[in-house]
C-alpha cells in the first residue's frame, strides 16, 4: 500500500524559508505527476505549485518567484522551497502524487496527512 508521508512544516518568520519534503513509502512502479496544495482556515484547498515527469513545473501566482518544487524520482520524494515567507502562506500543505503502484489497475492520485505552515511574528 502506497503511502506519502510529509515532513518539513512548522513556525517561521515573515521574510524566513522552509523547506518541505514528500515521500512516497510502499510499491510505487511509476510516478507521474507530484504537486503541493494548502488550505487556509476558512478557504478551500488550492493547488501551490505542481511537476511532471518531464520535469516541467507550474506555480499559482501567489507564490511565483518565492517558492521552488522539485522532485528526487530514485527516492520518490518531492520537495517544496519556501522562501520569503509571508502570513498570507499559512496553512496546511499537503502532497499529492499521480502515480501507479500496480500496472494492472493505472494511476491514481495519493494524498498526505497535511503538515502545518505558521508565518508569524
Known amino acids: 500500500q502506497v503511502q506519502l508521508v510529509e515532513s518539513g512544516g512548522g513556525l517561521v518568520q515573515p521574510g524566513g524559508s522552509l523547506r518541505l519534503s514528500c515521500e512516497a513509502s510502499?510499491?510505487?512502479?511509476?510516478?507521474?505527476?507530484m504537486a503541493w496544495y494548502r488550505q487556509a482556515p476558512g478557504k478551500q484547498r488550492a493547488v501551490v505549485a505542481g511537476?511532471?515527469?518531464?520535469?516541467?513545473?507550474n506555480y499559482a501566482d501567489s507564490v511565483k518567484g518565492r517558492f521552488t518544487i522539485s522532485r528526487d524520482n530514485a527516492k520518490n520524494i518531492v520537495y517544496l522551497q519556501m522562501n520569503s515567507l509571508k502570513p498570507d502562506d499559512t496553512a496546511v500543505y499537503y502532497c499529492?502524487?499521480?502515480?501507479?503502484?500496480?500496472?494492472?489497475?493505472?494511476?491514481?492520485?495519493?494524498w498526505g496527512q497535511g503538515t502545518q505552515v505558521t508565518v508569524s511574528p
Open positions: 499529492s502524487m499521480a502515480l501507479v503502484a500496480d500496472i494492472a489497475d493505472g494511476p491514481k492520485d495519493y
Open positions: 510502499g510499491r510505487v512502479f511509476s510516478i507521474y505527476a
Open positions: 511537476i511532471f515527469s518531464d520535469g516541467g513545473t
